[in-house]
Structure formats: C-alpha cells, structure tokens
C-alpha cells in the first residue's frame, strides 16, 4: 500500500506508519483542519480505498457530526452497502427530523431488521411525534421483528411527554411478555413513564421489584418521578438512600433533587446536596451550577445564590435567569433590574425567559423610562416574535397604566393566545375601564379563544364595578359550560359579583358550592351581606369564619363593622373594633375608623364619635369628615357640624356634599339667612349639586332617568304608571313628606315634586317593562330620597313585586311592603 500525503493550510500532513490507513488520515485532516476541507479528500480516499466497513466509519461520524447532507453524498457514493450503512442513514435523516427521507430509505433498504425499526421508532418519538413512532412500534412487531431495549425506550419516553398512560400500560405489558421487564434500561423508562403520568405509586412497585439498583439512571428516575407528584420527602429520602448504597452522582439526579429543595425551601438539605456535588466534581458542570442557583434562590437564600454564580467563569443564562426571578419572589425588583443590566453589560446571552423576568420586576418598579429602553432592547434582539414576552409586554404597561402602549403591543402580535387576551383584559379591567373589557371579551370569545380562569375573575370584576348582573351571569354561564370546577378565584370573584349585584342568594349559593373557602371568599360573603342589609348573616358569616379557623384580615373588619354601622349595632360595633388589635394585631384603618364613626353618630353618640376622631393615629380623610357631617345633620348638631364642614372645605374645596348637607342642618335649625349664605357660597365658586340620576337595566339597555325627565320614548305611559302607583300607595297608607320636597313651591308642587323624582319614575318604569314575578333592579347615584324610600315599600306591597335599589351607599331590598335596611341607612 503506497502511503500518502496531505498539504492543508500549507502544513505537510503524513501518516505514522503503513497501519495507520487512509481513513484515518482523512479523519485526522477532518479534525485538525475544519470540516470544509474534509468533503473532498474523505470521499476521495473513500472511493478509492473502496472499503465498506471504513466508508461506513466515515459515515456515521459525518451524520453524528449533523452533516447529513455531506453523509448522504457519501452514502451514494458507496459501490457496496451493508445493513449498517443503511440503518446508519435511516437513524441520520430520523434523528434530525427529516422524516420524508428517512421513510423513503426506511421502504428503499434491503436490511429491515430491529436495528432499522428502531431507529425510525426513536427519531419519531425524539422530535414530538409519538403518533407515527407508536404506529410503526405495532408495524415492526407486524412485520415479525422483536423490538429492542431502545425501541422500547424511545416509545415509553414518548408516552411519558405526552401522558398517554394507556398505551405506556400496553408497553409495559408487552415488556412482560418479552422478558424486557428486567432490563434496566426498559424499567427506568417504565419508571419515568409511570411518574410522569401521574401513577407514582406504580413507578414505586417497579422500582421496589429491582432486586440490582447499581444503576444511576435508575435511581434519578424515581427521585425525578416523586420531585414531580409533589412527594419532596419521599425524594429525598431516596437520595439519601442512593447515597447510602453508594450509588455514585450523575448531573441529571443532582438537578432533579435540588429542584426538590427548591419547591418544599428544603434550604438546608440542599446544603447538604451542595457539599456532596463539590466533593463529586460536578460544581463545574453549568447544568447543576442553574439548579444550585435555582435552589437557593427560591428557597430566599440569595447570598448563596450570588456566591454560586460568583464562584464559576460560566456565564450560564439560566443561572442568571433563576437569580433575577428569586430576586422578584423576595420582592428585589431593583436587584433584579441590576442583575439584568449586568448581564447585558457583559454581552451575556439573554434570551425570551430573561425578558420576561425583567418585565415583572418592570410592572412593580413603575419605571416607564427604563420599561420604554428594554422594549426597545426587545426590538433590535427580535425577541417581540415570542408570544411569552409579547404577553409580558402587554402587563407589564398595563401594570404601569400605560394601557394604549399594551393595545399597540397586543395589536402587533401576529398569533395571540388565551395570555394575551387575558392580560390585555386584565389590564382594561384594573384601570377602571370597565366597560372596554367587557368589549374586548366579547372579541376574544368570538375569536375561539376560551378564557382561563384569571380572565373570568378579571370580568367578573368588570361585571361588578358596572352592576352588570346580566353580562356576569353569561360569564357564569361560559365557565360552567367549559366543565372545569370553581377555583377559588373565579368562585371569590362571582361571589364579589353577584353580592355587588343585589344577587345575595346566588353569592350563598356560590359559596356553599365551593370545596375550599379562604379569608378571601369568607370576607366577600361578610361584606356582601353587609351591603344587601343583612347585618345579621354578616355578623353570622363572621363568626363560622372564625369557628372554622380561618383568621379575618384587614379588609374583614371593614365589612364587618359596616354591617354593624347601617344596623346600629353599637356594642358589637365596638367589640368588634377592639378585638382588631387586641386579638388579631390588625391596626385599623381610615375605613375602619370611618365605619366606627358614622355607627356612633348616627346613633346619636356624637360625643363619643368626636373622642374617637380625636385619637385617630392618621389624619382624618373626607369620608370621615362626612359621616360626622352627616350624623350632625341628622341629629341637628350645628356646632360640630360646622367643625365637619370647615375640614371638607379644605380637603374637597369643589365637592357639593358638605355645602349641601351644612345648609340643610343651618334651615332644619331655623338659621335661614345662614343656610342661604351657603348656597351662595356654592354658587359664587361655581359649585354644582349633582343631580339625582336612577337607571334600569332590561335587555341589555340601560333606561336613565333625572327628577321630572321627560325625555323617555315612553314618558307618557310613564306618568301615566306614576298616576297610578301615587293613587294606589295612598289609599295602602302612603303620606308624601312634603319636608323633603322643595322649599320655594306650594304644596301641590311639593307632592308633585316628590312623586316625579328619578327613583319613583325609574320604578314605573320597571312596572312596565318587567314581567310579573321579576325583581325590579334600580341604580342611583346618590343616596336614596327619605321619601322614595317610603314609596318604594308601599309600591312592593301593592303591585306585590320584589324592588332592588342600590344607592351610592348599599342595596335596598323591598318585599311585602318591608325594606332589608329596617328603614336605617
């Protein structure tokens, strides 16, 4: 054999000795010289040598080298092909994803034997498509071949990402009847099948069968397996069990044990796992140093998660990826932000997870400058194309109330998902525009896109703030329809919405439907009851809450010492308030304090009312200046009621209520000339009263009405229905209070006055248009009239009919010529 020689880049290149054969030489230019280079001497040496067996050592280091192209010309090339020529080919085109190909060559060879079906089997499988893999596992045993250790394999793996449960059943079954259920390789694969299926306790028969657990890969697959079913104890002790049998470490086992750390803030054992990868070498492998920083970063230990980074050259994304996101759990946004800014600093990798820490440290900081310079960043990078950081986008601005930026994002993205709805839902929702997200929902459903849950509670909400019962009833609707079970969320959410919507009863059925009742959804039944007048079935709610174990928050005390203001409930009042710091530690608030005083005043103990005012530990707010002020009207306190009204001056210089309600203590005192400076006062710095405005809605259409309205389609037949309710409640006993009509007319046009106000008008209305045996449901904006309040009892008795009237302060609901509020509110 004549030795030859190769000049590459200007080197001389010879062989070491006759033995050392050609291939080898091509080999040893291929290596040290590039790959360009290497094509046209491999098959030059190749066809000329003519050796089947070195052609097919070329072969698979081209196709393992990802050269499948370059392997393929070779392959042609070949004068003589054995059966591993062609399985070597088969397993290149499917290990890369060329299916068509490898199929073709799949029905082309002459040699289909195990070796061959499995390779096929194990691309399918590999790349996400466990259907084909699955058809031709069932064709090759057709086909009389015996499937190997590795098709087996590749199918079981396959079941285990896609959950089919079932057919890893008929694999293992099978496994049974060949006697591959001894096969390490096949039990592990059973073993992780089983667990990522979700049958841990038959991942935990197979492993306890194994009489030989020398294998590693054994022992990672069931720490893995309990670390995903949510059993950290069980992982654990199986590591230390592994530990004990002197099973040595591998950098698949060590992550999966730490991720276990990290889900129970087993800080401490992690340590303990720490100290065992610095003995076993493994601290330098970027795999195990990202579930090292992971581990201690959710478990709060961030020091130790810097040191972990500080102590390797590598600058692993994922490493930095878990920093900055257990910086946002410990609330460190700005740390975050630091972190990230380092990173791009140091021209690190950052990739679509990076991003989307960096904007949920953004939505939290409020620093639109800097959120504008990373979405910029997004841009030049190319990153706007994934739908995770899209989506984050859009929270992130409508977080920051930069609702149009989160609109234009949203508009941009070409494929949207059920996250991208929600968050631009959300987003209209926790801005105050109610009334776009109800439209936007309505474009998602229309679109296909069934909603999640924190959509659903997101509308709700919307539903709620509207009073929108209708729209929050289809909402309910869609979500039983999609067959999953109440969260405790969407469940929280209706029974806020159904409460808020005058719908007491269906918020207590909510709540008895639900399996798991939080302070949350606890609270949103206090309050609720508290709304609709029924102080009695708070303060019972209250006290199930407590006797359940469930401790009240800040936000139960205000719902409950509401209930106890509009029932005056003084004594439980006041227990209640006291128990907030002496039992529970709960500092009271500006709502609590507000709640505490208009109980207090409206039940006349003024004077007790003006002591807790003055030992508030905050500045008063307007709320709290108002229920005084209008405890003072009630009770004609002039002197303290002008106290009230000087500090509403101050705070809310342009808000009518205090001159109003300052001007009717002045008039109901005799003090005429007093009451008419205020009115010029209210004039002089062009300050408005705002009108009484009720509304229905029916069908859909909302119906508005001011005193004295005349601009109804149907205004005829509504006075028409006035009329006639006047007529009828009079005879029940009804006596209009000519006190609360206006002072300049006689007293024909004070009654006509009264019987012409928005809520009596609104009423008649309701008496038209709802069918018998419908609750009319009316909304105003101000408080209810005293003598509409009596109206609306006689009417409810006469025409037999249920009335809910929600006023700026809480519902009313009229029955049988009785009110829920026991006519005090």
């Known amino acids: 054999m004549r030795l030859v020689s190769f000049r590459t880049n200007g080197v001389m290149l010879k062989p070491r000795s006759r033995s050392w054969g050609l291939t080898h030489l091509a080999r040893e230019v291929y290596y040290q010289f590039g790959r360009a280079k290497f094509t046209r001497s491999a098959h030059s040496v190749v066809n000329s040598n003519r050796s089947t067996f070195e052609s097919n050592r070329v072969l698979k280091d081209l196709s393992k080298g990802g050269r499948i192209d370059d392997a393929r010309k070779l392959f042609d090339e070949m004068l003589e092909r054995d059966e591993y020529t062609w399985n070597t080919m088969v397993a290149a ?95 592990t694969g059973l073993i992780d099948m089983y667990a990522k299926c979700r049958s841990i306790s038959e991942a935990e028969y197979l492993f306890a069968t194994v009489l030989e657990r020398s294998n590693h890969a054994l022992w990672s697959a069931m720490i893995t397996g309990y670390s995903q079913n949510g059993d950290a104890y069980k992982a654990m002790e199986c590591f230390k069990e592994m530990r004990k049998q002197g099973i040595e470490l591998d950098e698949y086992s060590l992550p999966s044990i730490l991720a276990t750390c990290a889900a129970v803030s087993a800080d401490a054992f992690g340590a303990q796992v720490h100290c065992c990868i610095m003995r076993s070498g493994y601290a330098v492998s970027a795999f195990v140093q990202s579930a090292l920083v992971d581990m201690y970063a959710k478990c709060g230990d961030l020091n130790s998660a810097k040191l972990v980074i500080e102590a390797t050259d590598i600058d692993g994304v994922v490493s930095w990826n878990s920093m900055i996101m257990g910086c946002m759990r410990q609330g460190c946004e700005e740390e975050a932000l630091y972190l990230f800014k380092k990173m791009h600093g140091r021209d690190m990798k950052i990739d679509d997870f990076t991003y989307t820490s960096v904007l949920k440290s953004l939505a939290s900081t409020m620093d639109l400058k800097l959120a504008k310079s990373v979405h910029c960043l997004i841009l030049k ?42 968050s631009l839902v959300t987003g209209y929702a926790h801005n105050g525009l109610f009334e776009e997200a109800l439209r936007l929902f309505c474009d998602m459903t229309a679109e296909g896109i069934c909603p999640d849950e924190m959509v659903i509670s997101s509308i709700l909400s919307a539903s709620a703030e509207l009073t929108a019962l209708e729209f929050g009833q289809q909402v309910h609707g869609i979500f039983v329809k999609s067959g999953h079970a109440i969260s405790t969320s969407v ?121 807790l005012l003055n030992q508030m530990s905050v500045e008063p707010d307007p709320t709290i200046w108002k229920a005084l002020l209008a405890a003072c009207r009630v009770h004609k306190n002039l002197e303290l009621g002008e106290r009230a009204a000087r500090n509403l001056f101050k705070l809310e210089p342009m808000n009518s209520v205090p001159y109003v309600l300052l001007a009717n203590i002045y008039f109901a005192s005799g003090k005429l000339e007093e009451a008419a400076k205020i009115w010029g006062l209210m004039k002089s710095r062009g300050i408005n009263k705002e009108p009484g405005c ?132």
């Open 491 to 611: 469940g929280n959410s209706l029974i806020s919405m159904y409460a808020r919507c005058g719908c007491i009863e269906d918020a207590d059925r909510v709540f008895n439907s639900m399996h798991v009742a939080g302070v949350i959804t606890w609270t949103a039944l206090i309050m609720g009851y508290a709304r609709n007048g029924k102080a009695k079935e708070s303060l019972e709610t209250y006290n199930r809450m407590v006797a359940s174990g469930v401790k009240p928050d800040y936000i139960s005390f205000i719902g409950l010492l509401f209930a106890c203001s509009h029932a005056c409930l003084v004594q439980e009042g006041r227990m209640y308030f006291e128990s907030m710091t002496k039992t529970y530690g709960i500092k009271p608030g500006l709502e609590h304090y507000a709640s505490m005083i208009d109980l207090l005043g409206r039940s006349g103990k003024l004077a007790e009312a003006e002591e």
């Open 381 to 422: 990078t190319r990153f706007e194309a994934y739908r995770l950081v899209s989506n984050a986008l859009i929270d992130m601005y409508a977080k920051q109330r930069e609702i149009t930026c989160a609109c234009e994002v949203f508009k941009c993205m070409l494929e949207k998902d059920v996250i991208s709805w929600t």
């Open 93 to 187: 085109y499917a290990n890369s994803g060329r299916f068509d190909e490898a199929t073709e060559l799949f029905e082309e060879t002459p040699y289909k034997s195990s070796v061959t079906w499995s390779s096929l089997i194990s691309g399918y499988c590999r790349h996400g498509r466990p259907g084909e893999g699955f058809k031709f596992f069932w064709l090759m045993q057709l086909d009389g071949q015996k499937p190997t250790q590795f098709s087996l394999g590749s199918v079981l793996r396959a079941c285990a990402v896609s959950g089919s449960l079932q057919r890893g059943e008929q694999i293992h079954g099978y496994a049974m009847k060949t006697n591959f259920d001894h096969n390490d390789f096949v039990v």
């Open 694 to 825: 009720s509304w229905v809605g029916i069908n859909g259409q909302v119906h508005t009405f001011v005193s004295e309205d005349r601009g109804h389609p149907r205004m005829s037949d509504i006075y028409s229905k006035i009329d006639e309710v006047m007529r009828l409640i009079k005879k029940a006993g009804y006596v209009p209070d000519l006190s609360l009509a206006l002072h300049d007319v006689d007293e024909e046009g004070k009654e006509l006055g009264l019987a012409y106000h928005s809520e009596k008008l609104a009423v008649a209305f309701g008496l038209l248009a709802v069918p018998q045996g419908g609750p009319i449901r009316i909304y105003k904006n101000l408080r209810v009239c005293g003598d509409c309040h009596v109206a609306m009892r006689y009417i409810s008795q006469v025409f037999s009919r249920h009335i809910v009237l929600r006023d700026s302060n809480r519902f009313h609901h009229f029955r049988e010529g009785v009110c829920s509020c026991g006519d005090y509110w």
